[in-house]
């Protein structure tokens, strides 16, 4: 540094004669630093090899988000290199938008914001007490880097005086992980260190230093030349900050990093404590240099009243940076490890390969990289079912998971915007709020597994402080059926959920449902008594191990269980063991998954919706492992059903009375769930087609479906209703398909001219549709075939059925089912009341019997792919319905059969 004056630090008496000084008898005067020239000093970067700096003069205009973006926009103008992948990202905390804005002080441009008269701590959106943002480097593990800005305050700094105020005001410093600096402690292991600086009451410039090493230095007046220094009101006083990071010997961190302070281009040292041989980054935190630009008013001493903290205006100028190129040789992160003892079936997501995906294709890349190498004996597969967050095609999901490269290891990362909550869905406005997709695991029936993964939260949890979100945010979690999590046990047949939640608070708490009760809905988890708390920007374990209920016969048995751990460590819920669990009834088709799930999914009555930050979500090392023992399922037979006594070795019926009294999606999620296993939200009405209700009918309840006068086509939204459900076949390859249900038309199609296309069979592979089996209504008050993509031409349209008429409000028990070999070649049949409905006739399929009739119903590279979903997209086809038309179904079943 450029000393201004003569001084040596030897004796006394050497100073002297070095200065000329010719009175040995007067006191030696303690040299101080000149003040600063009227525009302040510049900084010293003469040791840096890249300077970035910011020209306000251009952003004289601007405020708010605008501002902001034109600060990052000048810092990554001012570099000499540019990179797309090395840039300054600023990150606004607070304050940004309505207290943060750009002024002329007497010909020099600078920041500007207030600190009102009586305001202290971190501020509400309405109170004015300074800002916060932070501004993340290009190359955030550099070795050495500097700040520096000249600070200018609006009011003297004191106490006693009415023209003075008595303020602690924090000031920008060097951060990594943005720890909290707490007086005498050192940071917490892995949270990094903040270097900032604060004023006092008595007017001086204090360190407020919090690194790994230890608490020395978290409140230490700094000095020079053993007196504590001042700013001055109205003048430019320069801040430059200058930080060496540690090094490592391999994982172990060396203590000899650094921070070094000027004022005003001299060197400052704190009153106590070491600035040399530091830990800055300690083997555990994943360093990230950034510049924590905060400036508030954060405390008041006892000994002065309210009324004295007066009005002060911050301002700042000539913000820079510099930096050399060397990089710190950071250890490989070491991870917590999962406790995999006694599985013998092991299988990690491999996310290396699947860099750059997005949506389909990281789906598909999932479940590749899960069925790649199987433990040997597996039977089955992993199969991945996404819900959103990938599909950026449609007007309300978007593709908003990504692998990307975190310090060497690939991660899986979401956003979660700020102000989003709940589930995007169809018919909503299209947000970022995460993503959820199912993996269902080989072996669905496995009694004992565990799941887990490492996750890490970028925005602190907590509430009342603009700095962090209060955010109750859905974690991955075990399940079977998918069912909502609800203050109740689950329904008969709905199966379980057990994933985890974090809140305002900071939390951790379950968000378990199952067949047994609701005791633990929402119970906080801790560890040794304690209460979880999540910290931001760590990377935290979970693991779940699973134990399921077993069945003596048809009775379940109270035997299940959930054993977690939380890095490393064993984790309960303060309601107590989850033990003596019942997760699966008889009712219960039993298949296992991981429900992959991360959204905020509430806001808290008391936060408002700009409380809600965003907030970016990374998880890695997913891992599953499993023993080979399955649950001994129930014995007792399901109820017979239409296709089981068809011979349909699957099959499902729809029970009315568990979805009476429900409409709309909640109807539809439980249509799904007891016929495809399908979780809640997956299916959504077409063309916002849902006139579909239960009703009673002489004593017995129906699935009624209304189709409007004169309405035609799929877009008149009042004609019948749209959704699809896919068979629950797994990875089955399959060889046969039924549908069937009770069928009863409230006006004669031939009096109402309706030709209406009923429920029918689709079958596809994968997204291809192969064919639609459907069959319809006319208007000679008999039933035709009007398939689509028929295997033989006369299925175009049939109407030959001699007399069967379908009379109004008469119930036919109606069944159209299909089967095929391994060459796809087969046959079909559609019954009423259990006889062939088309009879034999010498112009169609050359006189022989419809049901004998044999079709390639599946082409051969199709049929070990080949899958099956009843279409419940039934409306009026034709022109026609002179009035209101009403179509109820009961008795309703699907059914397949399988081979190997």
Known sequence: MNIVRCFLAVSISLSLMACGNESSDKPDALPQIPPPPAGGYEPDFSDFETVANIDLGELKELTGQALIDGLEKQLNDSLLTRSSTAQFEIIPQWGYDTNLRVVDVNGYYALETTLAAGKVGKPSASELNGFSFKISLPNGVVKQATLSYQLSLAKPLGFGETAKSPDYIYLPGLTSGAPEVQNNKPTAAGTGFTYKFSTDRYGYLNAKYADPTNGDLTNAQL?????????????????????????????????????????????????????????????????????????????????????????????????????????????????????????????????????????????????????????????????????????????WDSENLTVEMIQGQYVLQTTIAAQAVGQPADGKEAIRNGFSFLIELPNGKVKEATMSYLYRLSTPLGNGDPSKSPDYIFLPGFTSGDPLVAN???????????????????????????????????????????????????????????????????????????????????????????????????????????????????????????????????????TFAWKNDDINEPTTPPAANYCSTKGFTQSRALDLASINGLTGQDLLDKIGQQLGDLPAGTLTFGNSRDNIRVVENAGELALEVTYAAAETGQMATANGTDFAVPFPTGNSKLRGACF??????????????????????????????????????????????????????????????????????????????????????????????????????????????????????????????????ANFDTYRHDAGGTNIQTIQYKNIAIGWNTTK
Do not use: C
């Open 740 to 869: 069937a249900y009770d069928l009863n038309v409230a006006i004669a199609t031939n009096e109402n001219k309706d030709v209406i296309l009923l429920p029918s069979i689709l079958l596809n592979s994968g997204n291809t549709l192969l064919s639609d089996h459907r069959y319809a209504t006319n208007k000679y008050k008999r039933f035709s075939a009007k398939f689509v993509n028929p295997p033989h031409a006369d299925l175009s349209w049939l109407d030959y059925s001699g007399n069967n008429y379908v009379n109004a409000n008469t119930w036919y028990k109606m069944n159209q089912h299909l089967q095929f070999g391994d060459n796809g070649s087969g046959t079909l049949d559609f019954q009423m009341n259990d006889v062939t409905y088309f009879k034999p006739n010498a112009g169609k399929f050359d006189g022989e019997a419809f049901e004998n009739v044999n079709h390639q119903l599946v082409d051969a590279s199709d049929v070990d792919h080949v899958q099956f979903t």
């Open 488 to 622: 109740s046990a689950s329904q008969p047949g709905e199966g379980f959920t057990y994933k985890l939640n974090t809140d305002r608070y900071g939390k951790l708490s379950t968000r378990f449902t199952d067949a047994t009760d609701n005791k633990f809905y929402n119970s906080v988890l801790q560890q040794n008594g304690a209460d979880i708390r999540i910290d931001a920007n760590l990377w935290h374990l979970v693991q779940q191990k699973l134990q399921t209920n077993d069945f003596v016969g048809s009775a379940s048995t109270a035997d299940g269980s959930l054993d977690m751990i939380y890095k490393t460590g064993v984790m309960t819920a303060k309601a107590g063991a989850v033990t003596a669990r019942t997760q699966v009834d008889a009712h219960h088709d039993y298949k296992l998954a991981a429900l992959m799930e991360i959204y905020r999914h509430w806001k808290h009555s008391a936060d408002k919706e700009s409380d809600l930050k965003e907030q970016v979500v990374q998880i890695k090392n997913i």
């Open 223 to 395: 000095q020079y030349a053993e007196k504590g220094i001042k700013p001055t009101q109205g003048q430019w006083d320069l801040i430059q900050q200058n930080i060496t990071v540690n090094d490592f010997n391999q994982d172990t961190a060396q203590a000899n990093g650094s921070v070094t302070t000027y004022f005003n281009r001299e060197v400052v040292a704190p009153k106590s404590g070491s600035t040399t041989d530091r830990i800055l980054v300690d083997d555990t935190h994943p360093y990230n240099l950034q510049a924590l630009v905060e400036v508030y008013r954060y405390y008041k001493h006892g000994a002065d009243d309210i009324s004295a903290v007066q009005e002060q205006k911050v301002r700042i100028k000539n913000l820079s940076f510099a930096w050399n190129n060397d990089e710190v040789a950071l250890p490989p992160p070491v991870d917590d490890k999962p406790d995999l003892a006694g599985y013998p079936n092991i299988k990690a997501i491999d996310l290396e390969p699947l860099a750059g995906m997005q949506g389909s294709d990281l789906v598909a890349g999932i479940e590749q990289q899960l069925n790649k190498n199987l433990p040997e004996g597996t039977t089955g597969t992993f199969k991945v079912i996404p819900k959103w967050g990938f599909d950026g095609a449609s007007n």
